[in-house]
T-cell receptor, first 112, second 113 residues
């Protein structure tokens, strides 16, 4: 199984809401990532988990809170977001940080 | 920043033609990767070329790497309408806190039937 799944596919939330994005992989990968992508731009790295521990936080605002409950799951908890946070949020996994990454289909987030 | 720069930003060709996209980067790398992204979807890994390799093939894809010029090119031969997508190069760099991929700005390829 070489698939990374993400839920939900679309999410609309108000600035006072709390929501979570979920990501799952069953490839035994030990590195998992969250990226943010704006239209017509490349993905921007947000967080890296290596062996279930947060190894990289790219100075992401605290309104984004990642969590890695186990080696297959990655969550991104969202709270008090701003309209400029509207974007495609991509999850990815890999055997190692600089090896080929497998991406999920993304969650299209709209903050109203 | 070690972010790759790609050119052209957009490329429009006819089916059957070849498409060439270029990527330049700023510092030494361990490897360089190419990804494809269909509109609004996740990225798909195409090919990884290591810094000690000069050329790599995968089906209709050919990637070259010139570490002296800090550049790479992706050639898609005999293009098809289904090749229409954005193509990104990604390079790795090492920091004390770990390693990560940094993506270039991408090339939007349109293959007209």
């Amino acid at each position: 199984d070489t698939e990374v799944t993400q839920t939900p596919k679309h999410l609309v939330m108000g600035m006072t809401n709390k929501k979570s994005l979920k990501c799952e992989q069953h490839m035994g990968h030990r590195a998992m990532y969250w990226y943010k992508q704006k239209a017509k731009k490349p993905p921007e790295l947000m967080f890296v988990y290596s062996y279930e521990k947060l190894s990289i936080n790219e100075s992401v605002p605290s309104r984004f809170s990642p969590e890695c409950p186990n080696s297959s799951l990655l969550n991104l908890h969202l709270h008090a977001l701003q309209p400029e946070d509207s974007a495609l949020y991509l999850c990815a996994s890999s055997q190692g940080p600089t090896l080929e990454q497998y991406f999920g289909p993304g969650t299209r987030l709209t903050v109203t | 920043s070690q972010q790759g720069e790609e050119d052209p930003q957009a490329l429009s060709i006819q089916e059957g033609e070849n498409a060439t996209m270029n990527c330049s980067y700023k510092t030494s790398i361990n490897n360089l990767q190419w990804y494809r992204q269909n509109s609004g979807r996740g990225l798909v890994h195409l090919i990884l070329i290591r810094s000690n390799e000069r050329e790599k093939h995968s089906g209709r894809l050919r990637v070259t790497l010139d570490t002296s010029k800090k550049s790479s090119s992706l050639l898609i031969t005999a293009s098809r309408a289904a090749d229409t997508a954005s193509y990104f190069c990604a390079t790795d760099w090492l920091e004390t806190s770990g390693s990560r991929l940094t993506f270039g700005e991408g090339t939007q390829l349109t293959v007209n039937p």
